[in-house]
């Protein structure tokens, strides 16, 4: 496993160099993920009630394909843009200057351009996580793990999902566990795909276990692609009174 690299803590904004985007043109090596939406076929999957076991091993084995063929490069397409703005802005707005770990970060696009005063990017595949361009920043840290395995070894301020919820055997118990690594007003920040069945079914179970969302947007791309992103506060759910 990597080595996990010692972090000063510090509550100053850092920030490395804004995110580039470009088109990604068509390639033979394409998962078929990103095949079905430039066939549009994705906003039928909003009517198939997919079970998540199914789901899940496709994900996987279309994961694996992306690694392999490091076709990752298609989350810098500009129609995935609207996406990881959103939540670096849902990032600064709720945990300014804080500690974020971003599970499944795969390049660490997520924390280029981002403020933040410390960032843990974790990521199953050594391989992709080499190819980050964050490695190196001060407060920066990537560590190979999975939402599976990994055991954060501090509090943070925000725990970023980014359309990595799907992989989990049992979604929303990892989602409570890893809750328990929050500060006291620490956020969950979860985005899944809007355009099918069983990521609608899951935020549904999410809302019932992590409380109602404090913040909720949708994103649009012009692939037929939707995401709904949602800040939960988990710390109000056990704060709430009862009887």
């Known amino acids: 496993m990597q080595q996990q690299t ?3 803590r510090e509550r100053r904004f850092r ?3 804004p995110m580039p985007t470009h088109v990604v043109p068509d390639r033979a090596n394409d998962s078929l993920i990103v095949r079905a939406m430039q066939a549009g076929v994705m906003p039928v999957l909003r009517f198939i009630p997919t079970p998540h ?8 084995w279309d994961n694996r394909i992306e690694n392999e063929r490091d076709a990752w ?3 810098r397409d500009v129609n995935e843009m609207g996406r990881y703005r959103t939540i670096q802005g849902f990032v600064e707005t709720f945990a300014p200057g804080g500690s974020v770990l971003d599970v499944g970060c795969a390049q660490g696009i997520l924390q280029e351009g981002l403020r933040y005063g410390e960032y843990t990017g974790v990521d199953l595949f050594p391989e992709t996580l080499a190819t980050a361009r964050g490695q190196g920043q001060p407060g920066t840290r990537y560590v190979v793990g999975s939402a599976e395995t990994y055991v954060p070894d501090r509090a943070h ?3 970023v999902f980014n359309e990595t919820l799907y992989y989990p055997r049992h979604p929303v118990q990892e989602a409570q566990r ?3 690594h ?3 007003d620490g956020v969950i920040i979860v985005s899944l795909f809007n355009r099918a069945w069983w990521p609608r079914r899951l935020m549904r179970r999410l809302n019932a276990a992590l409380g109602a969302p404090v913040a909720e947007t949708r994103v649009f791309s012009g692939q037929g692609a939707g995401w709904t992103i949602r800040v939960y506060r988990p710390a109000a759910v056990s704060a709430r009174p009862r009887g």
């Open 6 to 8: 010692e972090v000063v």
């Open 15 to 17: 920030r490395v160099e």
């Open 53 to 60: 076991w199914a789901v899940r091993r496709f994900l996987e």
């Open 73 to 75: 490069d298609r989350l």
């Open 157 to 159: 301020d925000a725990i």
């Open 178 to 180: 890893f809750a328990r």
């Open 182 to 184: 929050l500060t006291p």
